[in-house]
């Protein structure tokens, strides 16, 4: 590894110092070598990857340490927050010359573990391992994980589980939630942390006028195309606080997600939010006010000469690109996955008729664009209840493509749909499976998600294409991990 130890540099205020606490038993669970040599780890370090992601081997390069931040969760000022149960172990440089954080989920209590053990469970890890492969397949900037372990070990939650560790990469684990315990607690330092997230993730911002301003406006839209993204493929993060959102437009955080399936916007994946405030059509909304509270940190920044009022108002004018941005990235996303042309006035509108159609038919969401993407409009029209409203779709649907170039449409159509995405049921299958120490269901999993768009006949099964019938209840996942 080539390391590139920035954090530890920061106030000592910012973080506390520890030496990870391995787990009882630790055994090799799965490991994704591909991002391990993206990664720029030595045939050593390879061999030795069960060491390094369950805790008992770290680097003199980088002592290990837990973050410390607030938030708001669900709505509410939580106070202080931190890094309860992981650690970052390393900072280093990819083959892109990016720097990598990898950060030790599971590793043990840290003076930010509040009421918690430090631990995390092998059903948890499992399905933030897959998660982050599953969205970076799918294009989306997320975190990823080199690997995890599980062990004998029992850790307490509902029942007793198996412990496990992941060792998650992400290009960022600065939260918005990080200013939030800076200017609650330790406003002296709001100032330079301000300018070391300048400097190390945009650092085109430092010839701005303006450069704080710049930092925000880039912040905001990076979050607003993330989001995007996700409503684009029916992805729920189930639990939007401001601690699980980081200043790089890169998912952070999974817990009770979710793939949306039947296609219900109001669709509650965490059944632990029993306002629903985390639903899959709140996500836009919830992304908004995030960084509505996340801009209000940055004005005590003002800069020499700046009136009060005026640097309220320019920061304001930051959180203003946010719809814009969104729209217009979620506007060409659904003509591509429909595909029609962007510039057609009534592109748009049809895919929203079609979505509808999906609500009030309750139809599988990824299937429903695969069977628009081949033609199979028959099985479309077979499965409404409502016949007519499809036909009068369809109607206007193939009015739209009939004078335009359809070969390049639907290339951008293959390029859009993916044919798999990760199911609650496939994800649980996986873990039943490897609570018996049977990894096998993971790796076809991992394989069959690293290539999305791509019809895989030899890996793929039946269940993977569509949901539960819905006579048998669905997984439901909760924060508990």
């Known amino acids: 590894m080539l390391f590139n130890s920035r954090y ?18 630790a055994k090799a669970g799965h490991f994704n070598q591909v991002l391990a040599e993206e990664l720029q780890w030595s045939a050593e370090e390879q061999a030795a990857w069960v060491e390094i992601c369950s805790g008992q081997r770290t680097f003199s390069e980088f ?46 209590q840290t003076p930010y573990s509040r009421m918690g053990d430090g631990r995390a469970v092998l059903r948890s890890v499992i399905r933030e391992y897959l998660a982050g492969h599953a969205l970076n397949a799918l294009g989306i900037p997320s975190s990823n994980a080199v690997g995890f372990t599980s062990s004998t070990q029992g850790v307490q939650r509902e029942k007793l589980e198996l412990g496990a560790m992941l060792l998650r990469t992400s290009d960022c684990h600065i939260r918005l939630g990080h200013f939030e315990w800076i200017n609650q607690y330790q406003a002296d330092l709001l100032a330079d942390f301000t300018q070391k997230c300048i400097e190390w993730h945009y650092p085109e911002c430092l010839h701005a006028e303006q450069p704080i301003l710049a930092f925000a406006t880039q912040v905001v839209q990076r979050t607003a195309i993330m989001i995007a993204k996700w409503q684009l493929v029916g992805f729920a993060h189930g639990v939007m606080n401001t601690d699980n959102l980081n200043i790089t437009g890169s998912t952070l955080d999974f817990g009770p997600y979710g793939f949306m399936e039947r296609f219900r916007p109001n669709w509650i994946n965490n059944h632990s939010d029993y306002q629903g405030r985390y639903t899959y059509q709140q996500q836009p909304s919830i992304g908004h006010w995030n960084l509505w509270i996340w801009l209000n940190n940055l004005m005590p920044l003002i800069p020499e000469g700046y009136e009060k009022e005026q640097w309220k108002e320019d920061l304001t004018a930051c959180l203003s690109h946010y719809e814009p941005i969104f729209l217009e990235h979620y506007r060409l996303g659904l003509c591509q996955k429909m595909g029609l042309p962007d510039f057609h006035q009534e592109s748009f509108d049809c895919g929203m008729l079609f979505l509808r159609i999906l609500q009030s038919e309750q139809l599988d969401y990824t299937q429903s664009f695969i069977r628009l993407q081949n033609k199979e409009y028959q099985l479309l029209l077979d499965d409404c209840l409502d016949r007519r409203q499809f036909e009068q779709f369809l109607q206007q649907y193939q009015s739209i493509r ?47 998600l690293s290539q999305p768009f791509t019809k895989q006949p030899v890996v793929e099964r039946a269940e993977d294409l569509g949901p539960l019938p819905n006579d048998v209840p669905e997984v439901m996942v909760s924060c508990s991990s």
């Open 8 to 25: 530890p540099a920061l106030s000592p205020k910012l973080y506390h110092q520890q030496m990870p606490l391995p787990l009882i038993g």
């Open 63 to 108: 002592p290990p340490l837990a973050m410390v931040y607030a938030g708001h969760q669900f709505g509410q000022w939580a106070g202080q927050l931190g890094d309860g149960r992981g650690l970052l172990i390393a900072q280093i440089l990819d083959k892109k010359q990016q720097t990598i954080d990898l950060h030790l989920k599971g590793a043990g």
């Open 402 to 448: 009939e004078h335009q170039d359809q070969a390049a449409l639907d290339q951008a159509m293959q390029q859009a749909n993916p044919r798999y995405i990760l199911r609650n049921h496939m994800a649980q299958r996986a873990i039943e499976l490897a609570e018996r120490n049977d990894f096998s269901e993971v790796d076809r999993l991992f394989s069959l």
